[in-house]
């Protein structure tokens, strides 16, 4: 079992940058590929980033990229969503997901790839 908890969500004006965390505890968070989802209302829950077992291999939505950066640190089981000129469309909830990968460049596009999900961290861009 590998347990997820994001933070660092809040409410900002666009434009602002932000940058969220995801702590994972239980198993070596090394052996993980690790995403980024958000889900705003009424919508379905979209991958923004994804990040692979070593950190080669990265992923962005074209929605983000370029104003979105995926980063991650094993030493400390955290992975980190830095996000930059945010605009109102970016307001969701995030969450923050892991899948086992038997590779290190593995990355994960699908959602149900990944096994284990934090409880999200909400992130509202408003003026």
């Known amino acids: 079992q590998v347990q997820l908890v994001e933070s660092g969500g809040g409410l900002l004006q666009p434009g602002g940058s932000l940058r969220c965390s995801c702590v994972?505890?239980?198993?070596?968070?090394?052996?993980?590929?690790v995403g980024w989802f958000r889900q705003a209302p009424g919508k379905e829950r979209d991958l923004v980033a994804a990040i692979s077992r070593s950190g080669e291999k990265l992923y962005y939505a074209d929605s983000v990229k370029g104003r979105v950066t995926i980063a991650r640190d094993n030493a400390k089981s955290t992975v980190f969503l830095q996000m930059n000129n945010l605009k109102p469309e970016d307001t969701a909830v995030y969450y923050c997901?892991?899948?086992?990968?038997?590779?290190?460049?593995?990355?994960?596009?699908?959602?149900?790839?990944?096994?284990?999900w934090g409880q999200g961290t909400q992130v509202t861009v408003s003026s």
């Open positions: 994972a505890s239980g198993r070596t968070f090394g052996n993980y590929a």
């Open positions: 997901a892991a899948g086992g990968a038997y590779n290190t460049g593995t990355i994960y596009l699908r959602r149900d790839e990944y096994s284990y």
